[in-house]
């Protein structure tokens, strides 16, 4: 139907922690920013200049409320600079969306401001997570045709495109994001829903939980505007740093993290925005292995009242070995032989390794051959996803595939049921 190089596919990926957004058949995703938008509501900022207080009294975002009652500030750029009242938000809860104005003016800034195409012209790949329900893939479905004309629509599970990106049909997924970890096996293209499970602890996670030890430690991270202004409000300024702290500093541990084998670990330098230099000791370790043993995360002073969460969470190995186990006897095997890493949070140091061993470890039948494959090259790890969907939307046997403007006339929107499984 669109087959051939004349029109090339958009392929755009909505990741809890990052928008990646690109033209099918490259290698990677030409426009890459934070799928958090600022949101300023009119109602605060006209109150504020009446009654010249400065006080910052919206802490509920209301998601119903008309949009011209809100400001949006999408991308990097915009997201940039600090402005009074803005708050950031997520337009995604547990991967799934919640707010549909915010991820309309995420994909409208991804087509019309970072790639500079007309939506009508072009295809749609999007990738959805495992998660999805009807009623959101019907949502988006309408989103597209109604507003953005599209020809031709196709929603992709992620699980599967990470699994096209690494060139195998059947593997399981480790999907470690910002905002949770989800494992999916995926048999022949087709994620197996019964077997997918999922933990809240992703990059975003780990990050509160650095700067909570930090705080402990009475380190102050200073945000960059808070050079010039002296006042520091707390919020995504810092959390950008500390992100960028356990991207650079952290580390899996080889063996389960212990208070007194770690206690006389050698310190790591790191130098701050505003020049001081803090080192880190054995937060290197215990950050990461929070993945691995989630009640981890209670020892940091700050994070109790994540005691429920980390109850019930299971670690990386056990979601895995779980996952496998409720898939059919047959493929097991072949499952253990290809665990996937993918996102974000799995390109962290020695995480391959660990989950690795630690899969060796707990024993199981199968576990001849466990095999943890992860892309060597990171920008590969952090956008499989989308390049899977890159390759998959490039290919000419997927043509056939689109779900087309013509047919969602015909049939409506509950018809991607039936033409994306």
Same mark, same amino acid.
């Given at each position: 139907? /669109? ?19 690109? /033209? ?27 009654? #010249? ?20 500030? =999408? ?6 600079? &600090? ?9 995604? +809860? ?5 707010? !549909? ?5 995420? !994909? ?39 507003? /953005? ?21 059947? *593997? =399981? ?20 829903? +019964?077997?997918?499970?999922? %933990? ?25 505007? @808070? ?5 520091? $409000? ?16 952290? &580390? ?7 208070? *007194? ?36 995360? $209670? ?13 019930? =969470? ?10 496998? #186990? ?11 032989? @290809? ?14 390794? &660990? ?8 024993? *199981? ?20 996803? !989308?390049?899977?969907? %890159? ?12 779900? *087309?403007? @013509? ?15």
């Amino acid at each position: 139907m /669109y087959g051939g190089d004349e029109v090339s596919a958009i392929v755009i990926d909505l990741g809890s922690h990052t928008c990646k957004a690109g /033209y099918a058949g490259e290698d990677a995703p030409k426009a890459v920013f934070p799928s958090v938008v600022g949101c300023i509501d009119q109602m605060d900022a006209d109150d504020d200049k009446e009654n #010249n207080d400065s006080e910052t009294n919206n802490n509920n975002v209301d998601s119903n409320k008309p949009k011209g009652k809100r400001r949006l500030y =999408v991308g990097s750029q915009a997201l940039g600079f &600090r402005r009074d009242h803005m708050e950031v938000v997520s337009p995604l +809860k547990d991967g799934v969306v919640v707010d !549909w104005d915010i991820v309309d003016s995420i !994909w409208d800034h991804a087509l019309k401001d970072c790639l500079l195409v007309d939506p009508k012209e072009h295809p749609m790949l999007l990738a959805e997570p495992s998660s999805n329900t009807q009623q959101q893939r019907e949502r988006t479905a309408e989103l597209m045709f109604e507003k /953005y004309k599209v020809p031709a629509l196709f929603l992709a599970k992620n699980a599967v495109l990470t699994s096209f990106a690494s060139g195998r049909a059947t *593997s =399981v997924v480790v999907d470690s994001g910002g905002g949770s970890t989800t494992v999916a096996p995926v048999h022949d293209g087709y994620v197996l829903q +019964k077997a997918v499970s999922s %933990s809240p602890i992703g990059g975003e996670f780990l990050t509160d939980c650095l700067m909570k030890s930090l705080e402990s430690k009475g380190i102050v991270i200073k945000p960059r505007y @808070s050079f010039k202004r002296k006042e520091i $409000q707390p919020g995504v300024f810092q959390r950008v740093i500390a992100s960028d702290i356990k991207e650079c500093v952290c &580390r899996a541990p080889d063996t389960p993290y212990d208070e *007194s084998a770690y206690s006389n670990i050698p310190m790591t330098p790191y130098e701050l925005p505003d020049g001081q230099t803090i080192e880190i000791g054995a937060d290197r370790f215990k950050i990461p292995d929070i993945l691995f043993n989630p009640p981890l995360a $209670q020892t940091i002073p700050g994070m109790d009242n994540l005691a429920e969460i980390s109850s019930s =969470v299971r670690g990386l190995p056990q979601m895995v070995i779980e996952s496998i #186990n409720r898939c059919d006897v047959d493929i097991r095997k072949e499952l253990f032989g @290809s665990i996937l890493l993918a996102g974000g949070t799995a390109s962290m140091q020695q995480l391959k390794e &660990r989950l690795e061993k630690d899969l060796l470890e707990v024993e *199981s039948p199968q576990a001849a051959r466990v095999k943890v494959l992860a892309s060597g090259n990171a920008t590969e790890r952090r956008f499989s996803v !989308w390049i899977g969907g %890159s390759i998959l939307a490039s290919l000419g046997s997927f043509q056939q595939m689109w779900f *087309s403007k @013509s047919e969602y006339e015909e049939h409506g929107a509950s018809y991607i049921q039936r033409k994306c499984p």
